[in-house]
């Protein structure tokens, strides 16, 4: 029998009062928009000062539109479609989970393009900065889907396995959420910052393309410890929705870093 780590026994309900009750997953949204939105006006105010940084105070709310539509939407599309055209109610039932970071993504990248738009700014410039940010959230998300014991990985045998408790076959698995949390978290995030660090914010897009494939790159690696969505399994036989997704997410953020590299902004 193999040793295995204890699943921690951790209340996904962070705090009840009465009928209300608040869940991690909540306050990982939560506080993952409002410490983006923090660090994003403290990267604003560094040269080359593109965007105002009392812009984030009204773009958090097209951020926070732009990531729960978009991400409820893309789960609906990609994910479970033929369950929600007979249950079209179920879409709005937010709270028992079903969200789709690749949905989210374009419902953020939206908000960006619409908002830039009518505040007279360059899209690519903010989606750099918003770029920068939003490990922050994908950080706390996967952190809040192993707590949830959600997303888990594929059968292993290695000694940080875990039998996650809504497993119906009870066996080891990876705690992939944590692999996820390491890579899209805190890899990406050092990894932006670097970036920001060595001048690439004076190349409008070329951050928010390392953005876009390095995530694209760091889900289809994790994908290979995740186990697939039991009503998807796997495509074509041996990849996963969130690889095909995310394809297309490396090839837009290296085509973002050349046209930011060929398109250097000068110093106001």
Known sequence: MLLVLPFPDIDPIAVALGPIAIRWYSLAYIVGLVAGWRYCRRLAARPPKAIDPDA??????????????????????????????????????????????HGGAAGVILAIILFARKRGVSWLSLGDLVGCAVP??????????????????????VPWAMVFPFDPEQVPRHPSQLYEAAL????????????????????PGAIGGAFLAGYGLARIVVEFFREP????????????????LSLPLVIAGAILIAWGWRAKQARP
């Open 136 to 157: 922050i959230g994908l950080f706390l998300g996967r952190l809040a889907n192993f707590v949830n014991g959600e997303l888990y990985g594929r059968a292993a045998d």
């Open 56 to 101: 984030f105070d009204d773009f958090l709310l097209w951020a926070t539109l732009g990531v729960v539509l978009g991400g409820r939407l893309g789960y609906v599309l990609f994910y479970k479609p033929a369950f929600f055209i007979d249950n079209p109610l179920e879409v709005f039932v937010l709270w028992r989970g079903g969200m789709s970071f």
């Open 184 to 203: 899209e978290g805190i890899v990406l995030f050092l990894l932006l910052y670097l970036l920001a660090r060595r001048g690439w914010l004076e190349r």
């Open 229 to 244: 969505d039991a009503h998807l399994g796997f495509l074509l036989g041996f990849t996963t929705m969130g690889q095909v």
